[in-house]
Structures are given as C-alpha cells and as structure tokens.
C-alpha cells in the first residue's frame, strides 16, 4: 500500500532552480540527512543524501538537480537527529525553507522542548507540477 505525502510543493518552470534550507533555533546539536527518492521507489537520486549539521557555520542549503521539472514526483526525506549533549535538556525548533523563484514553502516543527537524550524529527514533501 503506498502512502501519500502530505506536504507538497509546486515546481513552476525547468529553469529555475529548486532550494531547500534548513534553519536551527535551538543550542542543542542536530544532526541531519536529506535524501531525495525517484518517483514510485526508494532509489535515492544521484548527489543524495547529502548530510549536515548545525555545529558549523556552513549553511545547510542545498539545490535540487536541473532541470527542476526532473523532481516533478520525486520525494524529499529529511531526518534530523537532535541531542542534548550535557543532560541539561533544552528547546528546538527547526524550519525547512523550500524555494523556486517567488513560491516558496516553510514547514516547522514548532518549538519543542528535548526529554531525553535525543529526540527526531522528519520533513517529508513531495514535488508536483504546478497546477496540478
């Protein structure tokens, strides 16, 4: 049984670049992968996963492959590791940017507090064809 992905963004033209961005408000350490599926299977796309973390002050912004209107269908997975390094515990909130031209979409997780050691959170979207 296949499961549709809730979040869905629009891809409006093959020549502007699609961008995802993840952005940390939190002093805990997070640690993250992406992994960008091909339409109907678990086969990752050529470049993916890509992987990050907010212990650098590297952005953590990454551009889908061109032409964008190849990720028509393709699923993006984003699974984020957040540890509490010192037992003191702490509040999160970690928000995906996604981009192309003037659409854009924000998803968050809200700000939430740690219990426990670590806790994880995954950003799930789908690509579509604009207007469909």
């Known amino acids: 049984m296949s499961i549709p992905i809730k ?46 973390d907010n212990a650098t002050a590297e952005l953590d912004k990454f551009s889908l492959p061109l032409p964008s209107n190849v990720n028509i269908g393709r699923r993006l997975f984003i699974y984020i590791s957040i540890c509490d390094q010192d037992g003191k515990g702490g509040m999160y909130e970690i928000t995906l940017l996604l981009k192309q031209g003037n659409n854009e979409l924000t998803l968050s997780t809200t700000e939430k507090s740690i219990s426990g050691s670590y806790a994880r959170e995954l950003f799930a979207v789908e690509f579509i064809k604009e207007g469909n």
Do not use: M, W
């Open 7 to 52: 979040n869905k963004f629009a891809i409006s033209s093959a020549d502007e670049v699609v961008t995802f961005e993840l952005q940390f408000n939190t002093h805990l350490l997070c640690v993250y992968d992406a992994d960008l599926r091909l339409q109907g299977t678990n086969n990752t796309v050529q470049g993916f996963p890509v992987k990050g």
